[in-house]
Nanobody, 125 residues
Framework: QVQLVESGGGLVQAGGSLRLSCALS????????MGWFRQALGKEREFVAA????????YYADSVKGRFTISRDNAENTVYLQMNSLKPEDTAVYYC??????????????????WGKGTLVTVSS
């Protein structure tokens, strides 16, 4: 069993930065690819970024490429999402997800093995 707990959300002005964290628990956590998704009010959940279990492959949605960086520290069982140059349209609840396949994370918005409960990011203009 893998449990995911996100943190780091909050209120920030446009142009600012935040770093989200996702803590993994469970003895098999390190074998999972990880991803970040977000869901804005009234919109469908969308893919943001993904990272392979070893951390060598990373993938980003076009809307965040060049502004967001995903990383992981397997020694600390934590995945991060560094968000820079934030825009009001980045406002959403951000979810961490884990799956055996990084391809699944990049292709689908649902069906991952495990999900966190989310953390709210609000970007003011």
């Amino acid at each position: 069993q893998v449990q995911l707990v996100e943190s780091g959300g909050g209120l920030v002005q446009a142009g600012g930065s935040l770093r989200l964290s996702c803590a993994l628990s469970g003895r098999t956590g390190r074998s999972y690819a990880m991803g970040w998704f977000r869901q804005a009010l009234g919109k469908e959940r969308e893919f943001v970024a993904a990272i392979s279990s070893g951390g060598f492959s990373k993938y980003y949605a076009d809307s965040v490429k060049g502004r967001f960086t995903i990383s992981r520290d397997n020694a600390e069982n934590t995945v991060y999402l560094q968000m820079n140059s934030l825009k009001p349209e980045d406002t959403a609840v951000y979810y961490c997800a884990a799956d055996k396949s990084v391809a699944t994370i990049t292709r689908y918005n649902d069906g991952m093995d495990y999900w966190g409960k989310g953390t709210l990011v609000t970007v003011s203009s």
